[in-house]
């Protein structure tokens, strides 16, 4: 199983209601359960239209989905919560987003891992760093090395390029570390 970080947010109706609802639709998911939950806050909204305050929060959850499965999933649960996307950054009754998937990068238009502005939000790195507070330390050094690492083109024969097979031999990877740490 791969450990992973969920982030969870509302701002329209009953906003405890839907954080609390997806979060057990989470627990039922197959080959997945929820470690921990991080204490729920209220913050305000970045970017987008005009809006009301949210609820965020971070959940750890130990999956066998691969992480296109995670977010067919994920996205599952949001629409069958009410989601809808309309506007970009606009208000929403639920959204889940996938911050971490064990070690894992990807940066695909449809899937960006870690998520691009994981550091950039203190509404999430709160609650990630109290269930968490390792991985915002590794997430923030690997965001220096990357830093440091953009000045320099990649080396020959290198690319930055990830495929799905390349994320199948990474998780497959990931997954025998973690047995072995066990």
């Known amino acids: 199983m791969i450990t992973c970080y969920i982030g969870v947010g509302s701002n ?24 921990k939950i991080s204490r729920i806050i209220e913050s305000f909204p970045q970017g987008g239209p005009v809006q ?4 965020n929060g971070v959940i750890e959850i ?10 067919q999933e994920l996205h599952k649960i949001e629409s069958s919560l009410g989601r809808v996307r309309v ?6 009754t639920i959204d889940l987003d996938i911050l971490t998937y064990g070690d894992l990068c990807i940066n695909e238009e449809a ?14 790195l709160g609650p ?20 440091r690492s953009v000045r320099k083109p990649p080396r020959r024969g290198q690319s930055h390029h990830v ?15 973690q047995r072995k740490k066990r």
Not at 15 to 25: D, E, F, G, H, V
Not at 52 to 55: E, T
Not at 169 to 176: E, G, H, P, S, V
């Open 163 to 177: 495929t799905r097979k390349s994320i199948k031999r990474k998780t497959k990877r990931a997954k025998r570390l």
């Open 111 to 124: 899937l960006c891992i870690p998520h691009p502005r994981i550091l950039e939000r203190e509404f999430v």
């Open 62 to 71: 130990e999956t066998e989905l691969n992480p296109y499965q995670l977010l």
């Open 128 to 147: 990630l760093g109290e269930i968490a507070p390792e991985v915002v330390r590794k997430l923030q050094a690997k965001s220096k090395k990357v830093a």
């Open 87 to 92: 506007v970009k950054n606009g208000p929403r």
């Open 12 to 35: 329209l109706g009953d906003r405890q209601y839907y954080i609390n609802t997806a979060i057990r639709k989470i627990m039922m998911l197959i080959g997945t359960r929820v470690r």
């Open 52 to 55: 009301g305050p949210y609820l």
